[in-house]
């Protein structure tokens, strides 16, 4: 593939404390507010920690609607029940993606490795209208059916939705069309990857640091507070912990490396450009239908019976 113009990148964040489920310590990469500019995609937690103290506690059963929520595992292992009656764990470098659709209840438990660490990220990716009240659906995938892909300079690929090299990652049938990946590059290599012109395109950082475009000669930006848009039209520099958001100017990205290696996640996905009301673990087109949505939980007519 000929590949023209690599895409520039529009922003750099870092994420903020929060807690959540009860009494959960995660890093909120974006979330709420930062929706319109990661469109099709919410939420991105990373909720690593080496404390279990600061996870343990999980997330009790608790509804969606209107979302899918997708949890990467990369140490630890967490329980996992549902409204469908799914009951699994998932182990390190598994994944769980869950369509809830019209509604579905669960709970997420984390467990720690040996040495009480837990490491992952867990992504929420919007619905279309016309997919908001859909079966829920529930996708367990082992690290053994991901595949691996090595391309040349020894950079690494992990494969869990899209398509790359002529190979298909696990999940598909998904309505935004994503491409989901967990690469490593190693040390003073660049790396050349065609996205689609059509999709939203992000990189979140896990380990190691790498310029993150095209213009690798100027000095590194700051990472900024995340509150402020900025332009960038040539790169940053960023370590773990962040997340770049490119523009739609480009057919490719430019990642290149210097004296260490770098692990991150890139995310791609087709834009909705649709309204969104959204509220805790709940997000639909309209005020009504959100409204609609808990009363329906508060009345017990939240999940449909035929569904289970």
């Known amino acids: 593939m000929i590949m023209n113009k690599p895409r ?11 807690t959540e489920g009860a009494g959960v310590h995660l890093n909120r990469v974006f979330g709420y507010s930062d929706a319109p500019r990661f469109d099709p995609f919410l939420l991105l937690d990373d909720f690593t920690s080496n404390d279990p103290q600061h996870y343990l506690m999980g997330f009790p059963w608790h509804p969606h609607r209107g979302i899918e929520t997708v949890t990467y595992l990369l140490e630890g292992s967490i329980e996992h029940r549902d409204s469908l009656g799914n009951n699994g764990i998932i182990h390190p470098g598994g994944i769980q993606w869950m369509t809830a659709g019209s509604g ?14 837990i490491a992952g990220f867990q992504l929420w990716v919007n619905l279309p209208a016309s997919d908001k009240l859909m079966p829920p659906r529930y996708r367990d995938i082992p690290a053994a059916d991901i595949p691996e892909l090595h391309q040349e300079h020894n950079i690494t690929l992990r494969l869990i939705s899209g398509t790359v090299d002529n ?15 967990d690469v490593i590059i190693p040390p003073e290599t ?16 896990i380990a190691g640091s790498a310029y993150f475009s095209h213009n690798t000669d ?3 930006f700051d990472i900024v507070d995340g509150t402020n848009y900025f332009d960038m039209e040539t790169n940053a520099l960023t370590g773990s912990q962040t997340v770049v958001l490119y523009d739609s100017d480009g057919d490719h990205l430019h990642i290149e490396t210097s004296e260490e290696p770098v692990r991150f996640l890139l995310i791609a996905g087709k834009p909705l450009d649709e309204p969104i009301a959204w509220h805790g673990p709940i997000v639909m087109n309209t005020e009504e239908e959100l409204r609609q949505a808990f009363d329906d939980y ?11």
Not at 8 to 18: A, D, E, H, L, Y
Not at 167 to 173: L, W
């Open 8 to 18: 520039s990148i529009k922003r750099v964040q870092k994420g903020k404390p929060v």
């Open 104 to 117: 579905i209840i669960h709970e997420e438990m984390p467990l720690g490795s040996n040495e009480g660490i």
């Open 167 to 181: 190979t298909t990652g696990p999940v598909t049938g998904i309505a935004v069309d994503p491409l989901f990946l």
């Open 190 to 205: 660049a790396w050349n990857f065609p996205v689609p012109g059509d999709h939203a395109v992000f990189t979140y950082t």
């Open 218 to 220: 100027t000095l590194p």
């Open 298 to 308: 508060e009345q017990g007519r939240f999940v449909n019976e035929s569904d289970q």
